[in-house]
DNA sequence: GTCTATATAGCGATAGAC
DNA sequence: GTCTATCGCTATATAGAC
């Protein structure tokens, strides 16, 4: 449950007398991270309790003490999972290019990465996970919170300071309206793909609709040239 | 997996000839609001798989083959409890009272009540359920969306539009606009108390975040006086 | 119609052979 | 280090007594 459950209980203190390179254990590691890859798969689309040991094991093409030699249970699995999950998801520099471009393109270009990175099928099935009733009361919904959503807001927020600092935004708070542009972009098309409701917009309701986020953010806090 | 799932399997086709009046079964009413009303509570609490037929039978004060009688099975019983939530649930008239305060009062008024409707600890438990993986295939998150949120937003789609109508609002997309105006309400608040972290806002923060949702929606959308 | 007791099955986790 | 076979437990659903 702690940091690293993947440690192994007692390594037998070989002082590396008998072998003489690598003796610990040097052949997991494709099983591993298949193994991982599979829970991946199956933990975002089926949820926790949907899963067994027994179909993590099948899909990975191991057995499955195997799966309980590598991770020590199935909790501590599924925190990997999630972890690695989480790990390979966060925008690069996405946001110093849309520092750089012209406001109107720049907010654009966020509300676009945002909600591909918010909608694709692996996000869906980590928010639903998350929503799950037995991780309530758990840590692991605030570290996901803090490594993914906070992170970005984050970074926006830096952002709309830059333009605010310019002068092209009349913004007090940037970080309510940083979250107030992401709450926008996700709008109730998230809503209705995490519940299952209403699949994916087509290209046109899709720009549309980013477009519309834009548009309503920059009439509620563009600088508006002064009146003549 | 139908409509009623209630219905009894095979009534014996009794000709009312050896009993005179209600033979059939005039007993069981307390216990079957007991027993939904025991799913329900468990259930938005515990989600699907997290609460056992014997649970329920305990809180509901009855024996677990009464609930087998009443209700076909587990899934037929979990229908009946979600839906009797839903029907019990949207709000009466506080869109006709926000129709004939202010303009400012009234979006005040909506978003309060709308935050308080999706904040309780019921809603949050049945916001959970949808979004548990078994049920994204199911009509089920169709049937709550249209019964819920599509409703909510529709009548604010309607209060706006009088506003619009009136020469308050400068709105070119009511419903988008409506959309607009839910979402911030929510806000990344009720996000985080979907997933558990992050507990309730104080009256502060809640006054704050409803204020300024308010306020940029009306810096979007109002129109606004003339220059001189 | 309702309850106590039980059948059946699936899951997580483990023991022992290679 | 990996696999096959198995234990222990829990949950759904049912059979028989009152």
Redesign the pocket.
């Known amino acids: 449950m702690s940091q690293a459950p993947s440690r192994r209980p007692a390594t037998p203190a070989r002082p590396a007398t008998s072998k003489p390179a690598g003796p610990?254990?040097p052949?997991?590691l494709g099983?591993r991270a298949a193994i991982l890859d599979a829970a991946k798969r199956l933990f975002s689309t089926q949820g926790y309790?949907g899963?067994?040991?027994?179909?993590i094991a099948a899909e990975a093409?191991?057995?499955?003490?195997?799966v309980?030699?590598?991770f020590g249970?199935?909790?501590a699995l599924f925190v990997e999972a999630v972890k690695a999950h989480c790990e390979a998801r966060l925008p690069p520099e996405m946001f110093e290019a849309a520092d750089a471009a012209p406001l109107r393109e720049g907010l654009l270009q966020i509300v676009r990465a945002f909600y591909a990175m918010i909608t694709g099928p692996e996000a869906l099935g980590v928010h639903r996970l998350m929503c799950s009733p037995q991780l309530a009361e758990s840590p692991m919904p605030r570290l996901f919170w803090d490594a993914g959503p906070r992170r970005v807001q984050e970074a926006v927020a830096t952002m709309l300071q830059h333009h605010v600092d310019s002068g092209e935004l009349d913004i007090d708070d940037v970080q309510r309206a940083a979250s107030q542009l992401l709450c926008l972009a996700k709008g109730e098309a998230h809503a209705q793909q995490v519940f299952g409701c209403g699949g994916e917009l087509d290209a046109d309701a899709l720009d549309s609709h980013l477009r519309g986020t834009v548009d309503m953010f920059l009439r509620a806090y563009a600088v508006r040239s002064k009146a003549p």
Chains 1, 2 share one sequence.
């Open positions: 610990g254990r052949k997991d099983k309790d899963v067994s040991m027994d179909q093409g191991v057995s499955k003490l195997t309980y030699s590598h249970d199935k909790e």
